[in-house]
T-cell receptor, first 113, second 114 residues
Framework: DGGITQSPKYLFRKEGQNVTLSCEQN?????MYWYRQDPGQGLRLIYY???????QKGDIAEGYSVSREKKESFPLTVTSAQKNPTAFYLC????????????FGPGTRLTVL | GDSVTQMEGPVTLSEEAFLTINCTYT??????LFWYVQYPGEGLQLLLK?????DKGSNKGFEATYRKETTSFHLEKGSVQVSDSAVYFC?????????????FGKGTRLSVIA
């Protein structure tokens, strides 16, 4: 089945540690996106990539970094510079077409202790 | 820039009640419109979509009609169930914007009680 996978579902880290969240898609989509969601809140865009080897900052990029070395993969690193990293992180992809909709992964819940 | 405004929640309804969640948009182009649903602890799922004026998107008993004259895409369901309890997001995609991100509303939480 085609889709987006995020692993792990739950992630715990100690304060001050960097952590990398995985996002993989087999939809052959050019574009991929990372969002942050806090409890009871909407989506906030962290980074996005429209094509391999290129990415752009979203609204809340500070304290995060990304890479896009392969079309199917867009990992997100939450660095120790991110002041409040505990949140639900969602990855998405988009492949154009008539509607140009985004498809989302199941999310990773990061808790920093 | 483009924007989406949807009614604030939470919305609480009894089972079998009629649901309307309002969504209006501002766009310079001619966007595609979407409703996504997010169940607790999960990612967003595409619920329905429409690409041109007067198109009606429908899925799982939910409907929304693309109204260009009122720049709206209101979500409706005739008889809600407890299982419809979720957060609903309205979104738009400017089809001339390539792979830039969708523009999302802030989400509306729906709680359906038995």
């Amino acid at each position: 089945d085609g889709g987006i996978t995020q692993s792990p579902k739950y992630l715990f880290r100690k304060e001050g540690q960097n952590v990398t969240l995985s996002c993989e898609q087999n939809l052959n989509h050019d574009a991929m996106y990372w969002y942050r969601q806090d409890p009871g809140q909407g989506l906030r865009l962290i980074y996005y990539s429209q094509i391999v080897n290129d990415f752009q900052k979203g609204d809340i990029a500070e304290g995060y970094s990304v890479s896009r070395e392969k079309k199917e993969s867009f990992p997100l690193t939450v660095t120790s510079a991110q002041k409040n990293p505990t949140a639900f992180y969602l990855c998405a992809s988009k492949g154009g077409g008539q509607y140009n909709e985004q498809f989302f992964g199941p999310g990773t819940r990061l808790t920093v202790l | 820039g483009d924007s989406v405004t949807q009614m604030e929640g939470p919305v609480t309804l009894s089972e079998e009640a009629f649901l309307t969640i309002n969504c209006t948009y501002t766009a310079t182009g001619y966007p595609s419109l979407f409703w996504y649903v997010q169940y607790p602890g999960e990612g967003l799922q595409l619920l329905l979509k429409a690409t041109k004026a007067d198109d009606k998107g429908s899925n799982k008993g939910f409907e929304a009609t693309y109204r260009k004259e009122t720049t709206s895409f209101h979500l409706e369901k005739g008889s809600v169930q407890v299982s419809d309890s979720a957060v609903y997001f309205c979104a738009l995609s400017d089809r001339n914007s390539g792979n830039t991100p969708l523009v999302f509303g802030k989400g509306t939480r729906l709680s359906v009680i038995a």
